[in-house]
Structure formats: structure tokens, C-alpha cells
Nanobody
Framework: QVQLVESGGGLVQAGDSLRLSCAAS?????MAWFRQAPGKEREFVAG????????YYADSVKGRFTISRDNVKITVSLQMNSLKPEDTAVYYC????????????????WGQGTQVTVSS
């Protein structure tokens, strides 16, 4: 069983930046960030493969968010720039034993979530 702990959420203004971090208690293959806004389904934000050499993003965040991982510290980070009010959500770190993807069912472990609120 892998435990994931997120940190770095908060309240910012539109146009600001924020960096989320997630620490894993054990080795994982794929890692990703998802988010869930009130009344909406959880959606994919960004993912990274085991080596960190392949990253992929939702169209809504491409060019603004950057995902990265450190396999020594077993962490994954999400640098969020040019934040918009529509980025407001609870952000979840996810990790999987397989190749990952853009769907929630492709991940085996989840963090507790961290709130990101962007004011206009």
C-alpha cells in the first residue's frame, strides 16, 4: 500500500502561481494530478511516466502547468502558472502500478486532496 500526501494548496489571485507537491511512501510507476470542482466529476490535469521523461496534460492547463517527479525523493510536483478562477478545485495526487493515463480507474492510490482557490 502506497500513501500519498499532498501539500501546497491555498488561496491566490488570478494570474498568480502556485506549486503543489505530493510525497509517496513507496515506489510507484505512473503519477498524476487530478482535480474536482464542486458539483463536477474528478478530471485529469497532468500525468508523468515512471522515468519522468514523458508528461501529458489536459488541454485546459497545457502551457500553464508543469508536472515533474523526483524518483529519489519519490515526489511529484505540479507547478501552476497564470492561474484562472476556473482552476479552483480540490487537487488530488494519484499513483499507479501500471502505465497510467487520463482516467481515474488507471490509478491505484490517491491522496487526500488539497484545496486550490483562485479569486478573480
Amino acid at each position: 500500500q502506497v500513501q500519498l500526501v499532498e501539500s501546497g494548496g491555498g488561496l491566490v489571485q488570478a494570474g498568480d502561481s502556485l506549486r503543489l507537491s505530493c510525497a509517496a511512501s513507496g515506489r510507484t510507476f505512473s503519477m498524476a494530478w487530478f482535480r474536482q470542482a464542486p458539483g463536477k466529476e474528478r478530471e485529469f490535469v497532468a500525468g508523468v511516466n515512471r522515468s519522468g521523461g514523458i508528461t501529458y496534460y489536459a488541454d485546459s492547463v497545457k502551457g500553464r502547468f508543469t508536472i515533474s517527479r523526483d524518483n529519489v525523493k519519490i515526489t511529484v510536483s505540479l507547478q501552476m502558472n497564470s492561474l484562472k478562477p476556473e482552476d479552483t478545485a480540490v487537487y488530488y495526487c494519484a499513483a499507479g502500478r501500471n502505465s497510467g493515463g487520463r482516467n481515474t480507474y488507471e490509478y491505484n492510490y490517491w491522496g487526500q486532496g488539497t484545496q486550490v482557490t483562485v479569486s478573480s
